[in-house]
């Protein structure tokens, strides 16, 4: 290297860092692809868990008021409990298109 002139040093180092700059633009990008994946994994997860909370809310609903009408006899009772089956009905079908598995299970525990 002490042989070449200043100019092909110059040359060959300005390759050599055009070359770790090309490789950490690719690893950087890389990591980014895979971060972004994440990303996306998480906005359906959450996506997933919202729907759960809402089925989870409408059940609650539909126990409270089949307490309340089983405690008073109110047709007010009556049609909320109904709203409130209508309900966990529609969040766990929409939650069921995610997790099958899960909703069958809710479904067999609600039914005993």
């Given at each position: 290297?002490?042989?070449?002139?200043?100019?092909?040093?110059?040359?060959?180092?300005?390759?050599?860092?055009?070359?770790?700059?090309?490789?950490?633009?690719?690893?950087?990008?890389?990591?980014?692809?895979?971060?972004?994946?994440?990303?996306?994994?998480?906005?359906?997860?959450?996506?997933?868990?919202?729907?759960?909370?809402?089925?989870?809310?409408?059940?609650?609903?539909?126990?409270?008021w089949l307490?309340?009408?089983?405690?008073?006899?109110?047709?007010?009772?009556?049609?909320?409990?109904?709203?409130?089956?209508?309900?966990?009905?529609?969040?766990?079908?929409?939650l069921a298109?995610?997790?099958?598995?899960?909703?069958?299970?809710?479904?067999?525990?609600?039914?005993?």
């Open positions: 290297m002490e042989r070449l002139p200043i100019r092909t040093r110059l040359i060959l180092l300005s390759g050599v860092l055009l070359f770790f700059l090309f490789a950490t633009n690719l690893y950087l990008n890389q990591r980014l692809a895979e971060n972004s994946a994440g990303m996306a994994k998480a906005v359906t997860l959450l996506g997933v868990i919202r729907k759960a909370n809402d089925a989870q809310h409408a059940f609650g609903d539909m126990r409270y307490t309340d009408l089983a405690v008073s006899l109110l047709s007010t009772s009556e049609q909320k409990a109904a709203t409130a089956r209508e309900e966990t009905e529609r969040d766990l079908e929409r298109q995610r997790r099958p598995e899960a909703v069958a299970a809710v479904r067999r525990s609600r039914e005993l």
